[in-house]
């Protein structure tokens, strides 16, 4: 029943003769309708979210279908990489990008920057040392010490997609933007770190060798990010010099679709991290690139790229429940149940202590930095920014699988490490995630919260009507008009002292970079243009 | 160079082995991307239109990629129909359909099938035929019955992109809606057609086979529609039951993309025609799931449709003309340069005969049922739709690749027909293409009509502007607001007689389906949704 998604047909039209993949794929469709709507009609429970309700279809589905075929198979679709890191990935990053709340996200860029990098790498070294040690005492010897580096960087990335459902960007902007910025950031660390183990030589480390290690990870970091705000700014500067006076919806969203993607692809072309500049990429792009559009094009990239995400990430959990059980795997694994169950639960508790290092160090480090008494971490928000990054999802999944599923079912040892991993997926979803939404309203009690539940608009988009129908100045990043009318956020907005870097930042920004790329306010009255309207 | 889009990488992430697959797959987005731009820029010219443009840069670059590859290959990508038929197509059709002015359509239901599905039927006979009489003698024996009616069904499958860049909707809405409605029934008609060929046994046909022949085109043809329309209701259905008073727009957008493309899907697994399925889709889905959705939702969906189409179209454009260089099978067919130019010749001749021999006679019958002059299709206008459908495009590509693309290199027939329908598809998009605005100008001068060229939105949807800030009741269809208020298109409508089968499906529509499926003015009132602000 397995499929390859890219080659679904051998033959035109109607008369097809892999008559099978057919169904598989219109099976898989109909799935994902499936898991859209009861994602949506469970919304309001208290427990559930769309990630559990997906890997739960998916479980399911696994089950009918390894009845039907009497144990053969479990699923409907091959998992690869390649439809992981190609097609899934680079939407959900670049979505992350563009509908992240650019203020809140520079103003806590250091902090971001400290849980998601240094926090990744504290983790990474934490989880890689405590398999070592304890998985050697095991008597677990097949592994060497590349398995035990994979382990850290597949273990340390987190999916904080459950978390961010539940958490809401309007009353806890702090938390929000920090538990979204860490996971983005968090994503590209641990990607580019499981890279960067796969291609140098670990047999034997000395201090020039961790040298290099740390210049290369710096150099991919660095030149990833350029190139994703190069790329977003030459978006902007093409659309903005081509379309003055007269304005073509298609072609704008067109050329923003594909010039984002080919950011992710010109990164592949000079080996750099294409999850780091999707990310700047999206960044640059909402800030200048969708201030230069039609305001239909605005509606249009901002839900056409949620709309993206969205699917990918429901696809992403449809496929994890659904590749759970894979009979091959777990009947190699079956021979010592009791050591799986050890390495799973060895492994979730090097995640639990991973975290828990340095999201406390942490927080104290950053809080030392600030002066304000409320801006500082509270010890319930630490609380809950552990928390958040415990999951762990399909980065994890796609990383197990590229290191672990070459000549699986014939190697003892890697089969063992894709069930574990798919445990640890299972488990802290599952487990964790139903856990998240009572201990947030537990350590967060919020009036507003059962208010904001019942309504709408679970993932990070919000409607666009608003912005449409008032003409306001109001509109400076996509939400911040959200944001401002708000008198919690007003308040801190007018309490904390100006980011000096940021306040030079904004300067530079008004004196020469919108007027050459565009950005509100800064888009030329053309008479009778949309985008003109709502300035003048 | 040549790469299978569907398996990009075969590593993960930065360090993939298969660079040069990255480099073609960035070369390919960076053209798409330039096709955009400079077919923008040259939209006030004269001559030129997007599809011209694709193809010359398509051109250009396998020049270039020919004398750095020193002859070996022109291409970036090889040609897939499945890349064709499950990516780009399906788009492309749905589009037609999503967009298509009902009223407009509907009203010429009668005139559009006869053209389309008649019409194509006259004219793969002639085409048919008269390639039999004329290659036989011709002694080029090596064709059978079998190719013969396959040379008719891909030579009777029109291109009219081009034709409709230059037509305008609100000027001539009866020749637009023509044209348009005809080149969709074409395209199915000819896949389903060149399908039904290649599933018979044609070596001995008598009159019994004959009509097998024509029963089963007419089952593909009644079955396929009625399981477009049903998805397109299963999809209204869903989303009206299910959002009533909760709306959430990426889940609303994400469930039409995937129902659509279900569609398609679903119409495979039946051994249907997907692309009449996909367009009745289309056109259900913006009749009534589109008025059940958020306003941001009807922006997005609106416009990401049309982009999709837009891209795929470029796409298609801008590969045939990096494949007609090809130099394999220029090099066999070169022996015989003489007969290569008489044959391609021929059935551009024959292809010109062919649509002359319908279209003609059936105006001429389509008048004789309507009482009103300026109803009927003058000279002038009847010049035009001949003129409209002598393109041959990609459809053409598709089918000639599915015949005559197995071992091809070998086989000096299959060869010589591929190069033979590049040939006809080349000449008649460029010199036909070229041709066509002069034409029209010739043909329907119009004071507006050099107004119009010079502003925007050139291909077939509206800026959406309009229907979002006023709060209307006269949005009927998605565009006929931008219709009704046109003195020109009010008269017509006021002096035209209502179609008597019209009205009864207006007054079944308004008893019926409406309060089942949702639609204009009957969506239920629910206070704060959006869906319903612009209704009351």
């Known amino acids: 029943m397995a499929i390859d998604p890219g080659s679904i047909f051998s033959k035109l039209g109607a008369f097809t003769s892999d008559h099978e993949s057919v169904v598989s794929m219109n099976l898989f469709v109909a799935l994902l309708c499936a898991c859209i709507v009861i994602g949506h009609l469970l919304e309001e429970t208290r427990w559930m979210n769309e990630s559990i309700t997906a890997l739960a279809i998916g479980l399911c589905t696994g089950v009918v279908i390894l009845l039907t075929t009497r144990g053969k198979s479990s699923r409907l679709l ?9 097609y899934l990935l680079p939407p959900i990053i670049f979505n992350a990008g563009f509908q992240v709340k650019k203020k809140q996200f520079f103003r806590n860029f250091m902090t971001i920057i400290l849980f998601g990098a240094v926090g990744t790498l504290i983790s990474f070294g934490i989880i890689s040392l405590g398999a070592k040690y304890v998985f050697e005492g095991l008597n677990l010897r097949q592994l060497d010490i590349g398995d035990y580096l994979a382990i850290g960087a597949i273990f340390s990335a987190t ?13 806890t902007p702090l938390l929000y933007s920090l538990v979204f910025g860490e996971g ?14 796969q291609s140098f030589d670990l047999s034997h480390i000395d201090s020039s060798i961790a040298l290099k290690f740390v210049g290369n990870f710096l150099y991919l970091f660095i030149l990833s990010t350029l190139l994703g705000v190069l790329t977003g700014l030459l978006s902007a500067y093409i659309i903005r010099k081509l379309y003055f006076g007269r304005h073509s919806t298609d072609r704008e969203v067109a050329l923003m679709i594909l010039m984002a993607y080919m950011s992710y692809m010109l990164a592949e072309l000079f080996y750099l991290s294409g999850i780091l500049t999707v990310f700047f990429c999206g960044i640059v792009m909402s800030h200048y690139t969708w201030h230069n559009v039609t305001e239909s094009s605005r509606v249009t990239t901002k839900h056409a790229f949620a709309t993206l995400s969205f699917v990918a990430e429901v696809f992403i959990f449809l496929y ?10 777990w009947s190699i694994v079956s021979n010592s149940p009791k050591k799986s169950v050890q390495f799973s639960s ?16 942490l ?7 600030k002066k304000n008494t409320h801006e500082k971490l509270k010890f319930k928000q630490q609380l809950v920014i552990w928390w958040a990054g415990l999951m762990r999802g399909a ?6 699988y590229n290191k672990f599923a070459l000549f699986e079912t014939k190697d003892r040892k890697n ?4 069930t574990s991993t798919i445990t640890v997926v299972l488990f802290s979803t599952v487990v964790f995630g139903l856990m998240t939404k009572p201990l947030i309203r537990l350590l967060l009690p919020s009036p507003k919260h059962l208010v904001r539940m019942a309504s709408s608009e679970p993932t990070s988009p919000k409607s666009f009507i608003v912005p449409l129908l008032d003409n306001g100045q109001g509109t400076e990043s996509n939400q911040s008009n959200q944001n401002v009318p708000r008198p919690s956020s007003l308040r801190m907005l007018l309490t904390t002292p100006t980011n000096t870097v940021h306040y030079y930042w904004r300067k530079f920004d008004d004196a020469f970079m919108r007027p050459v790329f565009g950005g509100r306010g800064f888009v030329p009255f053309v008479p009778g243009s949309p985008t003109d309207r709502s300035n003048h």
Do not use: K, W
């Open 159 to 171: 999916d904080s997609v459950c978390t961010l459902q539940v958490l809401n960007q309007d009353e």
């Open 415 to 418: 089969a063992f490490m894709i």
């Open 320 to 329: 994890v429940g659904m590749d759970a059980l894979d009979i091959e795997r």
């Open 78 to 86: 091959v998992f690869s990489e390649d439809l992981f890191f190609i």
């Open 395 to 400: 980065v994890s999944m796609a990383l197990a």
């Open 346 to 361: 060895i492994l979730l508790g090097l995640v639990l202590i991973g975290r828990a290092a340095f999201v406390f160090p």
């Open 184 to 197: 983005v950031v968090n994503d590209a660390t641990s990607v580019v770190l499981f890279n960067a183990i």
């Open 363 to 369: 927080s104290i480090l950053s809080n030392l930095t």
